[in-house]
């Protein structure tokens, strides 16, 4: 599985922007798939994920009820939804894949898009 994410940019505190993570495979249907962010000088971590059907979601504390995870299994992508953005959400997301039905907070997943830079100005 080849991961692409995008749709990363520069926006205002409390803007929005969705972000996409496009797949190949065949299979990718049936991996979770997260979100992690990395902000200069800090370890990456995780922000959300979804399951391969699309009916459970897991989110990091500090983006719940501003970020939303949805995946469209028909056109191979993840999309991650971000409102209410502030200054400490700046980071390079990286979208990542795991053929498992279970999800981690780690970073221990087999495939890695290239990251997009958000950067929210306050």
């Known amino acids: 599985v080849q991961l692409q994410a995008s749709g990363g940019g520069l926006v205002q505190a409390v803007g929005s922007l969705r972000l996409s993570c496009a797949a190949s495979g065949r299979t990718f249907s049936s991996y979770v798939i997260v979100w992690f962010r990395q902000a200069p000088g800090k370890e990456r971590e995780f922000v959300a994920a979804?399951?391969?059907?699309?009916?459970?979601?897991n989110y990091a504390d500090s983006v719940k009820g501003r970020f939303t995870i949805s995946r469209d299994n028909a056109k191979n992508t993840v999309y991650l939804q971000m409102n209410s953005l502030k200054p400490e959400d700046t980071a390079v997301y990286y979208c990542?894949?795991?053929?498992?039905?279970?999800?981690?907070?780690?970073?221990?997943?087999?495939?890695w898009g290239q990251g997009t830079q958000v950067t929210v100005s306050s």
């Open positions: 979804i399951n391969w059907n699309g009916r459970s979601t």
């Open positions: 990542a894949a795991a053929p498992r039905p279970w999800v981690v907070v780690t970073p221990d997943y087999d495939y």
